[in-house]
């Protein structure tokens, strides 16, 4: 589900779209690029009808939760149950892969093994799938106005990469990229994974490859009204330590508020420009809801794009247990509520009237 995103505007006209088709018989599903069975049949996935005018647009009749709950409870036993089988099956194949005398045994086995894990990884692909677009996007589309949502895709490498906010990675995948307005203004949102990937030869000639994930969590990028001539970046600091505060780095600016001075790196080449983005009122905001969180925040503003990246270090919108299946309005609590603190530093700086307030 997850691949790197191409390349959007901030608020896309005719954003592109991935549809997922197998052969170029099957018609996909309007909502959401499921392949369909028939032309004009009811999508599976997310419960959307094509109109039976050619070139209508969509009707939505989404999949009730019942419906719903039933199919995630199916999926979830056929990929538990397909899971366990499965590595029931590796282990004789294991074994017996060392004595060559029992490979006819142990290749039946392993195939086994792995036809089944591949039913397993597709149930939970498919669970996946059915959650974002029956749950998340509705949830989404509660706290912002959606143009255009897309399960798979993130914001672009391009428009992370212009904040330089995370330093050392080469890889960006995520998902369930908004594109739409909150209370008005243009804006991107998404799960964002960064790592860097690296490459070595060991000792012995071999290559090794290394994965280290720099920030996993959600960004969103606003368009102000008032392009900033300097860009100024906020990086919260490493982890406290015990007794001796922040790891203190270089800062450009020092503020009056000594505990958003501790908590934030503050760069820029302009400290003027800074101080009317820098209120006092925004800077207690962000330090109080940064202790409520259990995440680490940074902010970027570059332009007209101002950017909010919270590591939490998790991807925000599954479903994770049963109990989430189960209890799908709280599941969608859930989600609203995971959005609540990148929207509450998006809501203070909305009030700056320096960024987005009337052009003159």
């Known amino acids: 589900m997850k691949i ?11 954003p592109k779209k991935k549809t997922v088709q197998i052969g170029k018989e099957k018609p996909a ?9 028939s032309e004009g049949a009811r999508c599976e996935v997310c419960g959307a009808a094509q109109g039976a005018a050619a070139g209508s647009e969509p009707v939505i009749s989404r999949l009730s939760d019942d419906e719903l709950g039933g199919k995630l409870q199916s999926l979830r036993r056929k990929k538990l149950l397909t899971g366990v089988i499965g590595t029931v099956l590796f282990i004789p194949a294991g074994i017996t892969i060392t004595i060559p005398l029992l490979w006819p045994v142990a290749i ?3 195939i086994g093994a792995l036809a089944l894990w591949a039913v397993s990884m597709k149930a939970a692909k498919t669970m996946k799938h059915l959650v974002a677009v029956n749950v998340v996007r509705d949830a989404l589309g509660e706290v912002f106005d959606v143009e255009a949502y897309e399960t798979a895709r993130c914001i672009n490498s391009s428009m992370v990469g212009e ?13 369930d990229l908004v594109q739409g307005k909150y209370k008005g203004v243009p804006i991107q949102f998404s799960d964002v994974k960064l790592v860097d990937v690296q490459e070595y030869t060991d000792s012995d000639g071999d290559t090794r490859t290394t994965r280290t994930t720099r920030f996993q ?3 969103i990028v606003l368009e102000a009204k008032k392009p900033l001539a300097h860009m100024l970046r ?11 505060g922040y790891k203190k780095t270089k800062d450009d600016v020092d503020t009056e508020n000594e505990a958003f001075n501790e908590k934030f790196e503050i760069l820029t080449q302009d400290p003027h420009t800074a101080f009317y983005v820098l209120t006092p009122h925004f800077m207690e905001t962000i330090v109080a809801a940064d202790e409520r969180a259990a995440a680490r925040t940074y902010l ?3 332009g007209q794009h101002v950017h909010i990246a919270v590591d939490t270090g998790r991807d925000s919108f599954e479903a994770k247990k049963g109990s989430d299946i189960k209890n799908l309005p709280a599941l969608r609590e859930r989600i609203k509520g995971e959005v609540k603190y990148i929207t509450e530093i998006a809501d203070e700086l ?9 052009e003159n």
Do not use: M, V
């Open 350 to 358: 909305l009030q700056n009237k320096y960024l987005f307030g009337e």
């Open 163 to 175: 904040a330089d906010l995370i330093h050392q990675w080469n890889e960006i995948t995520g998902n």
């Open 29 to 37: 599903c309007p909502s959401c690029g499921t392949p369909l069975k």
């Open 300 to 302: 970027c503003f570059t």
């Open 234 to 244: 906020l990086r919260e600091r490493k982890e406290r330590k015990l007794g001796s």
């Open 108 to 110: 039946p086995f392993g």
């Open 4 to 14: 790197e995103t191409e390349t959007y505007g901030l608020l896309a006209k005719n």
């Open 217 to 219: 969590g959600q960004w």
